[in-house]
C-alpha cells in the first residue's frame, strides 16, 4: 500500500513549482489535479501517469481513485493548484484515506496570495502599519462563522486578504467599510497571478469595486486590504538597525541593551 501525496504545484507560472512538487508529479503513477486550475506546462510532466480531471468528478469517485490505486501499490498525486493547505479541500480526503490506513503527505506550494503580493511589489507586514494578516473569504454559498464576519475582521485594520470572493467585491467593501476601514484604504486586486495573463488593478475601498467591474474580473482573483499597499510612512526593520543586537550580530552602540 502506497502513501497519497497532495501536492502544491504553485499559482500558475511553471518556473514557480517546487523541486520536490516537479519530481513527485515526474514519477506519479496516477496524478488527480484540479481541472483549469493547472497550468498546461504542469500537467505535460505526467508524462508516465494515468491523469484524471477532478472537475468532471465528485466526492466520491475522487476518494475512490486515490484509495483504488493506493491499495494497488502505485504512486498516487492529487495534484492542487497554489497551496494545498489553502481552500484545498484536504482534511476530507486525508481522513478517507486514513479509514483505510492509507497514509497522506501534503507537499506545500507558492500560493496565490503571494504571488498576488510580489505582482503589486509589496510587503505584507510592514513595522509601523501592521504585522499581522488575516485570510478569508466573502460569504456565499460556503457560510463564515458569525464571528468572522468581515466587518469584525476589519476592525484589526490588519491586512486583509481574500480568496474566492472577487465577485462578492462589492459586499467585501461595504463590510470593510463598516469595521472601520476608511474609504481612502488602498487595496489591490491581481487576476490570476504569476500566469501569462495576469491583471493587476488597484484603488482605494471608494473606487476598486468600479475599476474590478471595468475589467469584466469576476474570480481566479486574490483581493488584499489595508495600507501596506501605499503606505503614507512606515518604520524600517529592527533586525538591521545598529542598535540592535540578536544571535548573530552584536550592537554597534554602546548605550545599546538590546
Known sequence: MSKVYFVGCGPGDPDLITVKAKKLIQNADVVVYSGS????????????????????????????????NAKKGKKVVRLHDGDPSIYGA??????????????????????????????LGVQLTLPGVTQTMI???????????????????AKHRATMIFYLSVHLLSSIVKESLAGG????????VVYRASWADEKIITGTLDTITKRVRDQ???????????DVIKPKSYE???????????????????????
Do not use: W
Not at 524600517?236 to 538590546?258: A, I, T
Open 90 to 119: 484536504i482534511r476530507e480526503q486525508m481522513d478517507n484515506l486514513q479509514e483505510e490506513k492509507i497514509d497522506s503527505v501534503i507537499i506545500p506550494g507558492v500560493t496565490s496570495f503571494l504571488a498576488s503580493a510580489a505582482a
Open 135 to 153: 485570510i478569508s473569504r466573502a460569504e456565499k454559498r460556503t457560510k463564515v462563522p458569525k464571528r468572522e464576519k468581515i466587518s469584525e475582521l
Open 37 to 68: 486550475l493547472i497550468p498546461s506546462e504542469i500537467l505535460k510532466l505526467c508524462k508516465k501517469s494515468k491523469a484524471y480531471d477532478a472537475a468532471k468528478l465528485v466526492r466520491e469517485e475522487i476518494f475512490e481513485l486515490l484509495k483504488k
Open 236 to 258: 524600517y526593520s529592527r533586525l538591521y538597525d545598529k542598535s540592535f543586537s540578536h544571535g548573530f550580530r552584536k550592537s554597534h552602540s554602546k548605550s545599546s541593551k538590546n
Open 216 to 226: 469584466k474580473i469576476t474570480r481566479t482573483a486574490i483581493i488584499i486590504i489595508g
Open 181 to 188: 476601514y476608511q474609504k481612502s484604504t488602498p487595496v489591490g
